[in-house]
């Protein structure tokens, strides 16, 4: 009884926040110069979000903070010397890491951010391609007022239409890191136009605005530490092998000149390791389904001997992109970016220990054997292209 009634004092809001006291981060950038850690935090204004639902202020609606120090850890406790508020890090929604840091190593950064009880992990991770993190972070951005809301939506929209991207959360990073047979690969972010003029209000003022944030390169990692990039090519070939597509438009030459647009609306791969006479092999399985979206060519899609071709056509193509993908990340990379020893792993767990210690010099000559399987099933509201019915 006296353990009940002790219990009842333990109740309440002992440890509140208000939330006037907190500055709510959506957004984290991290770069390493000179051995030390710069972090900078983007930061919500809530006043200002509410007056511009109002139709007042023409302030922007978020404030960046930063501060540098050995340590990540402390770099975060020292924002407080600028800001007036405790940071309040729950509600991030991207990190974005700097190219020097990630090819320092990312290992201690992530410590930190997987440690800390007050973080969720479905964040998204990207790393700055060709300039600092904290310079992503300053633009501003049309459409989404607050950029880091902006990144993870562009990210996220992007993932389902364009097989070029992929969002990679804290918890799919750790998981890269930690599997048997397997390196990171994380999307990079690049500034277009002008650093200064997309700091600027009059960024988000014109019609075109000046300077963009842009998804474009996938960044290739030898266990944590960042070793280079694959071009749009290659991450979409990457991107198909790993399963990650969920739709996407791809182009096919016509025989005649001109060109006709297929929009891949399913997309399932299966990745099979093996290991025969001692040696392993990988097998690469692709099924997709598509439509014919745009047809600027002089041809007869009702014709069914039409509709074979194009089924070779995109089968042959996606084929290249994959193998493409593979031979770079092979011969230039000479890292497993695919997870191909995984797959070892989990087929024969006897044959991986005896390939593990010299895993990376047997993948640079590993053999890849990759077939797909395309099936277009509708050429949308209408069937030749109302070309031939222009010229006439």
Not at 149 to 160: A, P, Q, R
Not at 222 to 246: A, F, Q, T
Request: glycine fraction near 8%; include cysteine.
């Amino acid at each position: 009884m006296a353990c009940l009634l002790v219990c009842g004092l333990l109740s309440g809001c002992w440890n509140r926040r208000e939330l006037n006291t907190l500055g709510i981060q959506l957004g984290t950038a991290i770069d390493k110069k000179d051995g030390q850690y710069q972090v900078a935090v983007q930061v919500v204004d809530p006043a200002e979000v509410a007056s511009k639902s109002k139709g007042g202020s023409k302030r922007v609606p978020v404030t960046m903070y930063h501060a540098t120090a050995p340590t990540i850890f402390e770099a975060y406790r020292k924002l407080t010397t600028t800001s007036p508020r405790k940071i309040y890090a729950s509600h991030i929604r991207v990190l974005v890491l700097g190219e020097s840091l990630a090819r320092d190593g990312i290992a201690k950064v992530l410590d930190l951010l997987w440690r800390d009880t007050e973080l969720r992990t479905d964040f998204y991770i990207m790393v700055a391609n060709g300039t600092e993190a904290k310079n992503v972070l300053k633009i501003l951005t049309p459409l989404e007022d607050i950029p880091a809301t902006k990144l993870y939506k562009s990210l996220d929209t992007s993932s389902k239409a364009w097989a070029v991207t992929n969002p990679f959360t804290m918890d799919q990073l750790i998981e890269q890191l930690v599997s048997e047979g397997r390196n990171p690969v994380l999307t990079g972010i690049r500034i277009i136009g002008d650093q200064e003029k997309g700091e600027k209000q009059s960024n988000v003022e014109s019609i075109d605005p000046a300077t963009q944030l842009k998804f474009s390169k996938l960044a290739v990692f030898r266990e944590d530490r960042l070793i280079g990039w694959l071009n749009e090519e290659e991450s979409k070939g990457y991107n198909y092998i790993m399963g990650n597509v969920k739709s996407t438009v791809g182009h096919v030459s016509c025989p005649d000149g001109g060109y006709l647009d297929l929009e891949g609306i399913y997309f399932d791969t299966e990745v099979k390791g093996n290991v025969k006479n001692g040696e392993p092999v990988i097998e690469v399985k692709m099924k997709t389904l598509g439509n014919i979206a745009d047809v600027e060519c002089d041809i007869n899609v009702e014709d069914v001997k039409t509709i074979e071709w194009l089924e070779d056509e995109e089968e042959k193509k996606l084929t290249m992109l994959m193998r493409k993908s593979v031979e770079v990340v092979q011969k230039k990379f000479k890292v497993d970016a695919f997870g191909f020893g995984e797959a070892i792993y989990r087929s024969n767990p006897k044959a991986w220990k005896k390939l593990k210690p010299d895993w990376e010099e047997r993948f640079s000559r590993l053999k890849v054997n990759i077939s797909v399987d395309a099936r277009i099933q509708g050429t949308g509201t209408v069937t030749n292209s109302i070309l031939g019915d222009v010229r006439e």
